[in-house]
C-alpha cells in the first residue's frame, strides 16, 4: 500500500506549498486516508472531483485533526482573517468524529454533471429545479438529499475549505451538508461557467446500506 502514497501525496496538494503539504499529512495516517479515499479511481469522476470526496470524507472522519492540518495550512497560504465564519468552523470541526464516509453513486454524479454543465453554460447560479432533478430518486434508493454549489475554485482542497468556512451564509448549510451525518452518497461535477470561470456541484444522498454491507462496490 504504502508506494501508492508515495505517488499519491504530491498530486493531492499541488497549489500548496511544499512545507505545509508535509506538515499536513504527516498527521494523517496513510492507510486511515486510503480507507477514507473512497472515490479513488472512479472511471466517471476527474481526479479533482475523487479529492473533493477524499477531503469531505477527511474532515467527517476527524475534524479536528482536518482543523489542525488542511484548515490551518489553506488558512496560512491564503492569508485569510479568522472572523467569525472561521472561527466557528474550528469549534464546529473540533466536534466532529466518526461519521459514516461518503461513497460515490454514478445517479447523483449524473445529476451534478448536468446541474454544473448547464449552470456553466448559462451562467446560472444556485440551486435551479433541484426538486425536479432530485424527483427520479426520491424514496428510491434515497431517503434524503441536499446539494452544495461551488463557484470560482477548481481545486479540490480549495471547494472543500470554501464551503466549510461558508462565509456570508447564515445558516452555514453548506457546512452542515458536508458534516451531516445521515448522508453517506455523493455526486461531484466540476465544470467551466461562463461567469465564474469554473464551478462545481456536490448532490448528496441518503440511503440504505444494510444490504450492500455498507459499501456500494
Not at 479513488?40 to 469531505?56: A, C, G, H, S, V
Not at 495550512?73 to 469549534?91: D, F, G, I, P, T
Not at 470541526?93 to 454514478?106: F, H, I, N, R
Request: aromatic share 12%; with cysteine; proline share 4%.
Amino acid at each position: 500500500m504504502k508506494p501508492i502514497f508515495i505517488f499519491l501525496f504530491p498530486l493531492l496538494f499541488t497549489g500548496i506549498k511544499i512545507s505545509a503539504q508535509e506538515s499536513a499529512w504527516n498527521k494523517w495516517d496513510k492507510e486511515l486516508v486510503q480507507d477514507l479515499y473512497t472515490s479513488r479511481d472512479i472511471p466517471y469522476m476527474t481526479e479533482e472531483e475523487q479529492k473533493t470526496i477524499l477531503f469531505m470524507n477527511m474532515a467527517r472522519h476527524k475534524g479536528a485533526l482536518f482543523a489542525e492540518t488542511f484548515v490551518k495550512a489553506y488558512v496560512e497560504e491564503k492569508q485569510l482573517k479568522k472572523n467569525s465564519y472561521l472561527k466557528s468552523l474550528y469549534r464546529d470541526l473540533k466536534k466532529v468524529e466518526g461519521l459514516t464516509p461518503l461513497y460515490p453513486e454514478e445517479d447523483l454524479t449524473s445529476v451534478a454533471q448536468g446541474h454544473a454543465v448547464l449552470s456553466g453554460e448559462t451562467g446560472h447560479v444556485g440551486h435551479k429545479d433541484m426538486d425536479k432533478r432530485f424527483a427520479p430518486f426520491r424514496g428510491n434508493p434515497y431517503n434524503g438529499w441536499a446539494e452544495n454549489c461551488s463557484y470560482g475554485y477548481q481545486d479540490a482542497l480549495s471547494i472543500v475549505i470554501t464551503l466549510l468556512i461558508d462565509d456570508g451564509i447564515k445558516d452555514l448549510g453548506h457546512r452542515k451538508n458536508i458534516l451531516n451525518e445521515s448522508y453517506n452518497s455523493v455526486g461531484v461535477a466540476i465544470r467551466p461557467h461562463k461567469k465564474y470561470r469554473v464551478n462545481c456541484v456536490i448532490d448528496f444522498g441518503n440511503q440504505n446500506r444494510s444490504d450492500l454491507n455498507t459499501v456500494p462496490y
